[in-house]
């Protein structure tokens, strides 16, 4: 339950100063950005560990954000910025269906 709480807060977080870094384009906004990110892809995958892979829903939306937390890096056009938006996005749609279907 801890590592969920990890995860959302973290989600949250980077999800703000994503939105932030993205209107100011400062060097420290990217990093809050990117430990947030961080924090809440390493806190997922050790839920997923934890819960010994039981959840094939829940692994497709860790490797949905894993994907979207590299795109900037092995990505290297201008529209990687878009491409990280759309992955996001697509996670979080993802983790909203399996809830509700």
Known sequence: MVLMMIHKLGLMLAII??????????????WLHR???LLTIVSF?????VKNF????YILYALLLLAASLIPYLYKRRAKTAV??????????????????
């Open 17 to 30: 100063f994503g939105f932030v870094y993205l209107a100011k384009r400062t060097e420290p906004l990217k």
């Open 35 to 37: 430990i947030f990110g």
């Open 45 to 49: 995958i050790v839920y997923i560990i």
């Open 54 to 57: 039981t959840n094939s829903g």
């Open 84 to 101: 990280h938006l759309s992955l996001v996005a697509a996670s979080i749609v993802w983790l909203v269906l399996i809830h509700v279907v």
